[in-house]
């Protein structure tokens, strides 16, 4: 299927780019990018077209129903585990060895498998000071 690059797709995209280091819901994006041409149905739309073609990463906010967009671009968030700073809310990639070293001591301890799409919470060092 052909990717249509509209100018509200390129201002999503650039906007997550730099920011790539923060998770977003819906909502949080459209009021950061304060860009009128971009609508919430026009965003959802758009997102979810990302999230399909492997360019963001959808994952659900806590215990909460709402979800949280981060952009991966070609990195692939499979197979590793995810930090995130309850401070400041970026959100660090936890190296493939060390998630799975995690992994598998939890698996083998309790017979918890985890899923790799768990994130982890804490404090950075900026917001641990």
Do not use: P, W
Not at 85 to 111: A, F, M, P, Q, R
């Amino acid at each position: 299927m052909k990717i249509y690059h509209t100018h509200q797709r390129t201002a999503l995209i650039d906007f997550l780019k730099g920011n790539s280091d923060k998770a977003f819901t819906i909502e949080e994006i459209i009021e950061k990018i304060n860009n009128e041409e971009l609508s919430q149905s026009t965003v959802y739309r758009l997102m979810t077209k990302l999230v399909e073609d492997g360019l963001v990463h959808r994952t659900v906010r806590g215990n909460s129903r709402s979800f949280i967009y981060q952009y991966i671009g070609s990195e692939k968030c499979e197979g590793h585990l995810h930090m995130k700073c309850t401070g400041c809310g970026k959100v660090y990639h936890l190296d493939s060895s060390v998630s799975s070293v995690i992994k598998n001591d939890i698996g083998s301890s309790t017979g918890f498998e985890v899923d790799s799409h768990t994130v982890i919470l804490g404090k950075c060092n900026t917001c641990r000071k």
